[in-house]
């Protein structure tokens, strides 16, 4: 693939809600630029972008995909991102390294959920935005409609340089407000021809209003304008450019990628508008804690990072990049500032869905990929030897959703580590922990969805089986009253035996205070070596759990007499003597069940308020207060038992129409009513 000046470059990133038409687009962009020779379908699995198994069962993107296309001179590399909530993490990556966001919207459902959350992480990254409104061909179809949600949800920086010609069925071209002329596709292919007569005067109006909006942000301009004079295409380009590299002015173009109509113009817009990296300035890196501005210069020293991580059973690892600086080429050695380890990057390749075409050399702002960089993950810089910058991470969502998982057969276990190491470094958005209190491998995603999918690519890539069990509840015991008892530990083997005695009192501490052990022995009853092994028995049953099993807090030890053998005596009688104590006077204390709460804050659409503050009622949460916040949506605080939480993030979806947004962290611990206590410990004398 021929290498394109940093200039020439444009990294367009499509991203919106799932079903808008974004992979579809792709696939039109690539035709209408001889990149393919067909148009291929979401539905029968034959696009370019959605290359995985599981895209072609669901008929979705589950991953982002990148393919490289040349459009008047210019490359474009043109990410495809995942529309579905579950698959956000991609989006996040994909946005980290884009120079322009192309927002996909369908003009028949409007502004959707998908839509909304990937332009407030676009406006935090601060990425310049356009607006494709598609799907004008199809019935209850409204650019007017869409334009006006547009503008309200995003402000008056959304500025159409496109109107349909035609509506619904009947729509067949658009008129260019800039040129004031229209292209009609009759024929399949762009025909410019005048404004149809009944879009004339709406066309003026607000081409008018266009070049108002233009030229107030020109000094030189505006007077020009003022004066009479009328600015010409060029200008007016120009200064919309400038304002879209700043993140002030969102156009909004439109068509239909099935048509494919107007795809072209997107591409024509996308050269002529989009900011190049180098429009992009400076990239701020890090040298330890300092600062550091990195120029898009492709002359500079050479510096990448690393956004995705593709883990192909047969090639190995795929690490793809931005050059952030300099010139990557075939046979660079770059350290990764990370880990240290030094990378040899042999070959340098292009993807292309799941393909990759070699490249002599990628330059500053390029996308590019290498095989094998073993050392390597997604998030990771890689950077000349000697020069240990990085680059910030890829900031994604916490986690709403776990599942327990565990190897269906030895051979499968001793598979299932390497597995989710690789299938982690393909998508940092998962999240594996080992839970030692509750013996479990924890897997945790975005959803259902998420989580579901990742099993399936850990069958097919990986060869391993896993058994999904619930995530189980970290419970708790503690005492509610005061209790005494005497531990004995007498063993006679022959020769030396094994004897020690432990009087203790427990008494039940404050919630949250853990555990206190106080030494009450007068007189030598218990020689002073010995008594740290009662406090270790003690504390080692604690944790092995109390009356029902679970590990016991909150609870004062008074260790008050013992006796002792001047020859059977030894630590381990006494810590044998400090288990049987405690495990008695537990028995005796009126122990209770303790669960763990979750402070939780919920955001979502006013409407919507109501029936979650009632789902959370349902659930045993005491709300702590409401707050009304940006775009007409409130946030929700509440205090819930962390057990009623297992399957929020599903169940918050379908209360608010996927709208529902939250995050969750532990906050304490408090007693489980006794009816519920009563089940929890049937459950666990059953485990």
């Given at each position: ?115 909304e959350y990937a332009w407030e992480v676009a ?355 503690t005492i509610t009253k005061r209790a005494e ?34 030494d009450e022995i007068k007189g030598g009853a ?162």
């Amino acid at each position: 693939m021929k290498v394109y000046p940093s200039e020439k470059i444009r990294n367009v990133a499509l991203v919106g809600h799932s079903g808008s038409g974004k992979t579809t687009l792709a696939e039109a962009l690539l035709y209408r630029a001889g990149a393919i020779d067909r148009l291929g379908s979401v539905e029968a699995g034959t696009t370019v972008m959605d290359f995985d198994p599981e895209e072609h069962a669901k008929g979705m993107s589950l991953s982002l995909a990148i393919a490289p296309f040349e459009w008047r001179g210019h490359k474009i590399n043109l990410i495809d991102t995942p529309g579905y909530p579950d698959f956000v993490g991609d989006v996040h990556a994909a946005l980290r390294v884009a120079d322009l966001a192309v927002f996909v919207v369908d003009a028949v459902e409007g502004i959707q959920v998908q839509t909304e959350y990937a332009w407030e992480v676009a406006r935090d990254l601060g990425v310049p935005r356009m607006i494709f409104v598609n799907k004008l061909d199809k019935e209850r179809a409204s650019f007017d409609r869409v334009l006006d949600e547009l503008r309200d949800r995003f402000g008056q920086g959304v500025a159409p340089i496109e109107l349909p010609v035609g509506e619904q069925a009947a729509f067949h071209g658009v008129a260019d407000l800039f040129r004031d002329t229209a292209y009609v596709y009759d024929s399949g292919r762009a025909e410019e021809v005048p404004i149809p007569e009944e879009l004339a005067e709406r066309e003026h109006e607000v081409h008018d209003n266009l070049v108002e909006g233009i030229v107030v942000a020109d000094d030189e301009l505006l007077e020009r304008y003022l004066e009479g004079d009328t600015p010409s295409v060029e200008e007016l380009e120009r200064v919309m450019a400038r304002g879209i590299a700043e993140a002030k002015v969102f156009p909004v173009v439109c068509g239909s990628a099935t048509g494919p109509i107007a795809v072209d113009r997107l591409a024509d817009f996308v050269v002529e508008l989009g900011p190049s990296p180098l429009d992009r300035g400076p990239t701020i890196a890090y040298a330890g804690d300092e600062p550091v501005e990195i120029e898009p210069n492709p002359e500079g020293p050479p510096l990448a990072f690393v956004f995705k991580t593709f883990a192909d059973p047969y090639v190995g690892q795929i690490s793809v990049f931005k050059v952030v600086s300099g010139t990557v080429k075939p046979e660079t050695t770059l350290t990764n500032t990370r880990s240290g380890v030094d990378e040899k990057l042999t070959k340098i390749a292009a993807m292309v869905g799941k393909e990759t075409e070699l490249v002599d050399a990628a330059p500053a702002g390029d996308l590019a990929a290498a095989a094998k960089l073993n050392d390597t993950k997604t998030g990771d810089t890689l950077a000349p030897k000697n020069q240990p910058v990085k680059l910030p991470p890829i900031e994604r969502p916490e986690p709403v959703l776990a599942y327990a998982i565990k190897a269906k057969s030895q051979a499968d276990e001793d598979k299932l580590a390497n597995a989710l190491r690789r299938i982690l470094d393909e998508d940092p958005a998962l999240v594996v922990e080992r839970d030692d209190e509750t013996r479990q491998t924890l897997l945790k995603g975005m959803g259902d969805t998420h989580l579901t999918i990742t099993l399936e690519k850990l069958r097919r890539k990986f060869g391993v089986d896993v058994e999904v069990e619930p995530a189980r509840v970290p419970y708790r015991e503690t005492i509610t009253k005061r209790a005494e008892a005497e531990g004995k530990y007498k063993k006679q083997t022959g020769g030396h035996g094994q004897f020690g005695v432990a009087q203790i009192v427990i008494e039940p501490l404050p919630r949250g205070e853990g555990f206190e052990f106080i030494d009450e022995i007068k007189g030598g009853a218990i020689p002073r070596q010995f008594i740290p092994a009662v406090e270790k028995g003690i504390v080692e049953t604690m944790a092995d759990g109390g009356v029902v099993g679970f590990p016991v807090v909150d609870v004062r030890v008074r260790l008050v007499d013992g006796k002792y053998h001047s020859v059977d005596s030894s630590e381990m009688s006494f810590k044998m003597a400090g288990r049987l104590a405690f495990k008695a006077a537990m028995e005796q204390a009126a122990p209770i069940v303790l669960e763990p709460i979750s402070r939780i804050e919920i955001v979502v659409p006013s409407e919507y308020q109501g029936d979650v503050m009632g789902d959370l009622s349902a659930r045993r949460g005491q709300v702590q207060g409401t707050q009304a916040v940006a775009g007409g949506k409130q946030k929700i605080t509440a205090l819930v038992p962390t057990a009623e939480l297992r399957t929020y993030a599903i169940d918050l979806r379908s209360i608010t129409q996927g709208w529902g947004r939250f995050s969750a962290e532990f906050d304490h611990y408090q007693e489980l009513p006794a009816h519920l206590a009563e089940a929890v410990a049937a459950e666990a004398q059953e485990s």
